[in-house]
Each structure stands twice: as C-alpha cells, then as structure tokens.
C-alpha cells in the first residue's frame, strides 16, 4: 500500500511539473507579448507598438485573459514569464527565436502556447530553431523555400475555427509570406488565411525571399499566410506572416483575428462573435514608435483608409 501510494504520488509530482502554468489571477489566462526592437522605419517592423496595443485591447475587452507586453527583447527577469499560458513573439530574423531556444523549449515542452509574428518565422533551414517553431507552431518561413513579396489578399472565406469567429471577407495588402515549410502532411494544422497571390508575387528570381522554381510553377495556387496549430502532445500555436506594416491593426477584421488568436492560443474561449475592440485613433496607432516620426507624416491619410477600411 505505501508504494503504491509512493507511486501515485510521483505521478502528480511528475504531472505538476509538465502541467503548464496557464492562469494568472482571477482564473484569467495569462499572455506574454514579447517584442525585439523594430527595425524598417516608422510603422513598420514596429512589434513594441504593436504588442502594447494589443495587450491594450485584450485587457480592455477579452475578460477571460490577463495580457502584459515586454519590449526591448525577451525579458531579463525570468519571473515575467511565470504563469503564461500563451508567448506571443516579435522579431526580425527569428532572433528572439533562436536566441531563447533553451527557455522556449521548456515552455512548449509544459504546453505553453506560443505565436509568432512576421519575420519571427524566418528561422535558418535544419535549425534548433526550425524544429522548435515546427513542434510549436506546426511551420516557419524557410528561405529558398518560402517568399516575402508585398501584395494585396482578398481573404474571401474562413475555416470553421475559433480565431475565425466573427471574421467578416476583407481585403489588405501587406509583405505576405507564403509556401511556408509545414509539419509533414499539415497534421494538427488549420489554416486561418488563405488567397491567391497574384503571379507577379510568385515570379521572383531565385533567392533567399524573392523565389525559386517551385513557387514559380504554382501560379494561380491560393497559398496560407496564418495558420493554427494543435500540438500533439498539447499546447497550441498560431503562425501569422503579415504585420510588416502597423496601420494595418486598424483594420477591424484583421485586428479581431488577431485578438481571436491571441485568446485562442492561451487555451481561453474565444466569443462567438470574436473578442471585439473599437477602432484604434490614429493617434493610437501612431504611438510608441521606435523611428521618429518623418517629417512627410500625413496622419489625414491613415484617417481616411482608416474610414475606408471600417465603413459598416
């Protein structure tokens, strides 16, 4: 009796261990945003404006979720981390990726879930760092494989998915990465966005972004650009290839995907309707930008895509 006692006791231990930390106070699942330093110019690549509007928006309006943004690259105090049901990463070249693979690693080893923003996919082909985000997230962007080019998606119809819930058709251009490097046969993978690139986005040259014959011999193929993903062993992961651009976060489709994600990937209920948020200002939109703000500026200009984009 006192083995088995002895032995059921290991096996909570053991299972306490794995078991991920996924709320924080209140039963709110918890979501850490954390963001390298933008690169590009202002209003793009900027992942700390972009993270701290959404931890904005989530605490405001996504009750079941207690979100905190780290900028300035991944958190020098571990305790930051402590509790998080959901990573969301923010960086150019994979570098938070690639530079963290140790932490990471345990963190989807305890069922975490982890989302990735843009060129935080761009991980080095046969990497830790590939594996890692292809056992976390189900793909990446590997180069002389998958493509960058800037065009306009027209995503017509969603998938039958939680991250899709109150998801209206709609139409944006941004750096869309496709033909993505995915977990063989796309197991455990849904895709979220999907459309058809235009040729002129598939004809690039051979190269690290701009092409290869593969991508050339798919012309008129509709391609994925952000995906979920369920992981065998548990946990969830979500892969997202836009965001070059920050004004699109104030597109009120994209942005309530995205918040959807974000609820979604932490392992919380996402509405039936989807996590709502009202229209970010312009101003907004403009805050917490690493670049200063150019001298060519015309916030008149986002206003009015602003207008155009949310006319109901």
């Known amino acids: 009796m006192k083995q088995t006692l002895m032995a059921f006791l290991g096996i909570v231990v053991v299972w306490a261990l794995a078991a991920p930390a996924t709320e924080s106070g209140e039963g709110k699942r918890k979501i850490v945003f954390v963001a390298a330093a933008g690169s590009h110019g202002f209003g793009h690549h900027a992942y700390k404006a972009m993270f701290l509007l959404y931890a904005k928006l989530l605490n405001e309006n996504a009750p079941n979720v207690e979100a905190v943004a780290v900028t300035g690259g991944?958190?020098?105090?571990?305790?930051?981390?402590?509790?998080?049901?959901?990573?969301?990463?923010?960086?150019?070249?994979?570098?938070?990726?690639?530079?963290?693979?140790?932490?990471?690693?345990?963190?989807?080893?305890?069922?975490?879930?982890?989302?990735c923003i843009h060129y935080t996919l761009d991980v080095p082909k046969g990497s830790k760092a590939a594996q890692l985000l292809l056992d976390a997230i189900g793909g990446y962007y590997e180069q002389h494989w998958s493509v960058n080019p800037t065009w306009e998606a027209d995503f017509k119809e969603f998938p039958k998915h939680p991250i899709a819930n109150g998801v209206k058709p709609f139409k944006i251009g941004d750096e869309w990465y496709f033909h993505m490097r995915f977990v063989e046969d796309m197991k455990g993978v849904t895709p979220i966005l999907t459309a058809v690139p235009p040729d002129s986005a598939k004809k690039g040259g051979d190269g690290a972004h701009s092409g290869n014959p593969t991508v050339r011999s798919r012309l008129g193929l509709p391609e994925h650009v952000a995906w979920a993903y369920e992981r065998p062993g548990g946990g969830r992961g979500f892969g997202f290839t836009g965001g070059h651009t920050h004004w699109n976060w104030g597109h009120d489709q994209m942005r309530k995907?995205?918040?959807?994600?974000?609820v979604w990937v932490a392992g919380a209920e996402v509405p039936a309707d989807g996590v709502p948020s009202p229209t970010p200002t312009v101003d907004e939109l403009a805050a917490n930008q690493e670049s200063p703000t150019p001298n060519d500026w015309k916030p008149e200009s986002l206003q009015k895509m602003l207008e155009r984009w949310n006319q109901r």
């Open 74 to 115: 991944w958190p020098k105090d571990a305790a930051a981390l402590d509790g998080a049901a959901a990573i969301v990463l923010g960086s150019d070249g994979g570098g938070l990726v690639h530079q963290n693979l140790a932490a990471l690693e345990k963190l989807v080893r305890r069922g975490v879930g982890l989302a």
């Open 257 to 262: 995907l995205l918040l959807n994600a974000f």
